[in-house]
């Protein structure tokens, strides 16, 4: 008996497929938003919204999953989960607009959700001048060292220099700010004197050292808190038309490793960061990169949890950064920094192929290598 020859066809490859089979030219970029699937989880609906959303996506052969007891009455609201192709979500974005309870406005919501932002993969190389920073504490806390591998890290062609005057790594105390501005001092007038342009970005949870950095030539300010630590720091970023790296830590270095735990770590992030993101427009902030914080206050699953949904970030529609550069998830428990540097990059690998905005990396000639690889950036 003769049997039909068949084989998957990857989301990422429909284009190329139905090129390859003969597929009219003309309609092919349509066609493609009816192979590329979403799922949708919408917060909070009332039983009315839920159950018009669910109707409607029923219309077009999609569908949405609200909670058992919704037609019961018993609860006032549900959060769903609308899914369906790009083309079907599409038109029920555009039924939405005739039907009453505000949902008008959640299909222009779901239209903009879909719109997708052109990414290419950068790098934040980083500068340590701290004695006691997990990988190379000690290296570059001699000024003169830093000087040579700010400029080495501009020549293996970084795109941000971010540079920390504290460790914050698990168990780390924190350091005064005098002390932390003391460190800076020689290397932001050395970016000054040499009038380098690369953005500096200053790895910093405290107003005052952020006040002073963006004072004297810093452009961003990378607050691995979240702006939990000092309630200052908003207002300092604003003051100076600057950017802000916003990332989600479970309390502070000292005890952040202290048996995190989480009901859902890829939601319970993403609310926290789309707060905080909320929080910084309100205070007049412009230019908000997030990070979801690879390693502070997160267990080995949790971190390969947040980098295998990634993508899930996206729809907060701000840069996103990643820093798991040499951290503990690795398995590395030896100090030797060329195997972490290279199962970092054989980490990085997917998110470099998910085009996330920023990776942040201590090696930086290795991962401008494999980005150039994977995007096809020319030489």
């Known amino acids: 008996m003769n049997k039909f020859l068949m084989k998957e066809v990857s989301e990422s490859n429909i284009l190329s497929e139905l090129n390859q089979i003969g597929f009219d030219s003309s309609y092919i970029n349509k066609a493609c938003e009816k192979y590329k699937y979403k799922n949708i989880k919408i917060f909070d609906l009332t039983i009315a919204q839920a159950n018009i959303l669910k109707q409607t996506a029923l219309i077009f052969g999609a569908d949405c999953g609200i909670h058992k007891n919704i037609i019961t009455g018993e609860i006032n609201k549900s959060d769903v989960i609308l899914c369906g192709s790009i083309s079907q979500l599409k038109k029920i974005a555009k039924k939405l607009e005739n039907q009453p309870f505000k949902l008008k406005v959640l299909g222009n919501e779901i239209l903009d959700f879909l719109s997708e932002q052109e990414r290419v993969t950068k790098l934040a190389g980083i500068l340590n001048i701290t004695p006691d920073s997990f990988s190379d504490g000690g290296l570059y806390y001699n000024p003169d060292d830093a000087k040579r591998h700010l400029v080495e890290l501009i020549n293996d062609g970084a795109d941000i220099i971010d540079i920390g005057a504290e460790s914050t790594r698990p168990g780390a105390q924190p350091v005064l700010s005098e002390t932390q501005i003391a460190r800076l001092k020689p290397i932001l007038e050395f970016v000054n004197k040499e009038n380098i342009s690369l953005p500096i970005s200053i790895d910093t949870r405290c107003s005052v050292?952020?006040?002073?950095?963006?004072?004297?030539?810093?452009?961003?300010?990378?607050?691995?808190?979240?702006?939990?630590?000092?309630?200052?720091?908003?207002?300092?970023?604003?003051?100076?038309?600057?950017?802000?790296?916003?990332?989600?830590?479970?309390?502070?270095?000292?005890?952040?490793?202290?048996?995190?735990?989480?009901?859902?770590?890829?939601?319970?992030?993403?609310?926290?960061?789309?707060?905080?993101?909320?929080?910084?427009?309100?205070?007049?902030?412009?230019?908000?990169?997030?990070?979801?914080?690879?390693?502070?206050?997160?267990?080995?699953?949790?971190?390969f949890m947040i980098l295998d949904r990634i993508e899930e970030f996206y729809s907060l529609k701000t840069p996103i950064m990643v820093g798991l550069s040499r951290k503990s998830l690795l398995g590395i428990t030896e100090q030797d920094n060329i195997l972490k540097d290279s199962l970092s990059a054989a980490v990085a690998y997917p998110l470099i192929k998910k085009r996330v905005d920023f990776l942040r990396v201590h090696n930086v000639k290795l991962h401008k290598k494999i980005i150039k690889l994977v995007q096809n950036i020319p030489n």
Not at 235 to 245: L, Q
């Open 209 to 303: 050292v952020a006040d002073f950095a963006l004072d004297n030539g810093a452009a961003i300010i990378n607050d691995v808190s979240g702006f939990e630590f000092d309630h200052r720091m908003p207002d300092i970023i604003t003051k100076h038309n600057a950017a802000a790296i916003i990332q989600h830590s479970k309390g502070t270095p000292d005890l952040m490793q202290n048996n995190p735990i989480y009901q859902n770590v890829v939601e319970e992030i993403f609310l926290f960061l789309r707060s905080k993101i909320e929080l910084a427009q309100e205070k007049g902030i412009k230019e908000v990169i997030i990070d979801p914080g690879i390693g502070f206050g997160k267990s080995t699953q949790d971190n």
